[in-house]
C-alpha cells in the first residue's frame, strides 16, 4: 500500500485568518440557547473547490467584521474624546462601513459561490419539528471531516481532497436550487 505524503501542518495563525477548515465553516447553536429557547440550529456553509487562501482569509474577515469591527470602530472615538461628539461618532461610522466596503469588495467573486446548507429544530414540549435539510447537514459535515482526516494522514492526496470536495459542494448546489 502507497502512503501520499501528508500535507504540512496548518499554522495557528493560518487557522485564524482563514478559519478551522479550507472548506468553509459549520456552526451551531449553544445548548444553553437550544435549551433556554427550544431552537436548535445548524449552518454549514461550503466554499467553491480550489478556493484560495486569501479568498478564504477574506470570507472569514467578512464573516467576523461586524463584532470585529464594532470594536475597532471604538478606537477614533478614544483618539478623537476631546473632540465634538458629533465628529468622533462621524469617524466610528466611516471606520465601520469601511470595513463593510471593504470585505464586500474583496469577496465578490467567491461569495457569492459559497453553499449554505440550513437546518433547525423547534422543540415543543415532547414535539421536535425539524426544518431544513437536516440529513443533507449532517452527511456533508461527516463526508468534509472524513475527507480532511483523510487528507490529514495521507490516505488521500490533494486532487482526491478537491474531488470529494466538489462532490459535497455539487450537491449541496443541487438541493440549493431545488
Do not use: K, N
Amino acid at each position: 500500500m502507497t502512503t501520499i505524503e501528508r500535507p504540512p501542518a496548518r499554522s495557528r495563525t493560518a487557522r485564524f485568518l482563514e478559519g478551522a477548515h479550507r472548506w468553509g465553516w459549520f456552526e451551531e447553536t449553544s445548548a444553553l440557547y437550544t435549551a433556554r429557547t427550544g431552537v436548535s440550529a445548524r449552518r454549514l456553509v461550503v466554499y467553491p473547490p480550489g478556493t484560495t487562501s486569501s479568498q478564504r482569509r477574506a470570507i472569514v474577515f467578512r464573516r467576523r467584521w461586524p463584532a470585529a469591527g464594532g470594536l475597532l470602530a471604538l478606537l477614533p472615538a478614544f483618539v478623537l474624546a476631546p473632540a465634538p461628539a458629533v465628529v468622533a461618532i462621524g469617524a466610528m461610522v466611516v471606520v465601520y462601513v469601511a470595513g463593510f466596503v471593504v470585505a464586500l469588495v474583496a469577496t465578490r467573486r467567491v461569495w457569492p459561490e459559497c453553499r449554505v446548507i440550513r437546518c433547525s429544530t423547534v422543540s415543543v414540549g415532547e414535539q421536535h419539528e425539524t426544518y431544513g435539510e437536516e440529513q443533507l447537514v449532517t452527511a456533508s459535515l461527516a463526508a468534509l471531516l472524513a475527507l480532511e482526516r483523510a487528507r490529514q494522514e495521507g490516505r488521500i492526496d490533494e486532487v482526491g481532497f478537491e474531488l470529494g470536495w466538489s462532490r459535497v459542494y455539487d450537491l449541496a448546489h443541487s438541493r440549493h436550487a431545488e
